[in-house]
């Protein structure tokens, strides 16, 4: 298993209360930013072929992932493009040789929550969260175990859940979905989701979806995202962010 992580972005929407700093690299604990506790969760579940993606503030966050053994791909044009630039500079990972998660790196995953992504073996797989709709920034409308409408419009009626910002792929996939990047980067699409590249093929073939209702998670868009993060770290986690998943193995 490998992953890919976006962390490109200037985040502008919590830009100002994080002190212009990229948004992955807010502290959960002393000496503990969220893109380091995400690779370090990764790495715990056995991935070791991690890729970040760099853009704005690149320095910084290697300097928060000092001593892991991680990767970098940068965007140089992260300023100027949107996530599926980001992805087509880490292309070279879509080998097909290894299942793929890609995420975004604002994401918080709770241990069970990347538990239930590592452990999914249908191709390709986007994830979502049932208990929020009302609420849902990008939503999900889904029949059964399948993607059918998304979007940040859809009403509540049509909702069936929020998208997290992550999904999975096992390696017959990547060349389909590698393929369809660079269609859609060839022809400027530069302004697009890495995730248009999944939903640009939902008319094709299936898109799975798996609820991940009950473990928790995070995006951190706004402070308020970061404080509902916060809280829960500091109640559930504690010191050692692996607390929970030690005592359950």
Request: glycine letters at 8%.
């Amino acid at each position: 298993m490998k992953a890919i992580i976006l962390v490109a972005g200037r985040g502008t929407r919590i830009s100002r209360h994080i002190g212009g700093k990229p948004k992955c690299t807010v502290p959960l604990a002393e000496g503990l930013s969220l893109i380091r506790y995400s690779v370090e969760l990764l790495i715990d579940r056995g991935v070791q072929d991690i890729v970040l993606v760099l853009g704005y503030g690149g320095s910084v966050i290697k300097d928060a992932l000092s001593g892991l053994k991680v990767s970098y791909r940068e965007n140089p044009f992260f300023d100027v493009t949107n996530s599926i630039a980001s992805l087509w500079f880490a292309r070279d990972c879509l080998d097909g040789k290894d299942p793929c998660v890609v995420m975004n790196g604002d994401v918080f995953l709770s241990p069970e929550a990347l538990d239930l992504v590592l452990a999914e073996r249908r191709n390709p797989v986007m994830f979502y969260d049932t208990s929020r709709k009302a609420e849902a920034d990008y939503k999900f409308f889904c029949e059964g175990d399948r993607l059918v409408k998304y979007g940040k419009e859809l009403s509540l009626e049509e909702t069936s859940g929020e998208y997290i910002g992550c999904a999975v792929f096992h390696a017959d996939y990547a060349s389909t979905f590698k393929s369809r990047l660079e269609d859609l980067v060839s022809t400027q699409r530069h302004s697009a989701w890495w995730e248009d590249v999944l939903y640009s093929m939902a008319d094709e073939s299936s898109i799975f979806v798996k609820d991940i209702v009950g473990a928790f998670w995070g995006e951190v868009d706004f402070i308020e995202d970061y404080e509902r993060i916060m809280d829960y770290y500091k109640r559930i986690l504690g010191a050692s962010a692996f607390a929970v998943a030690k005592e359950a193995e």
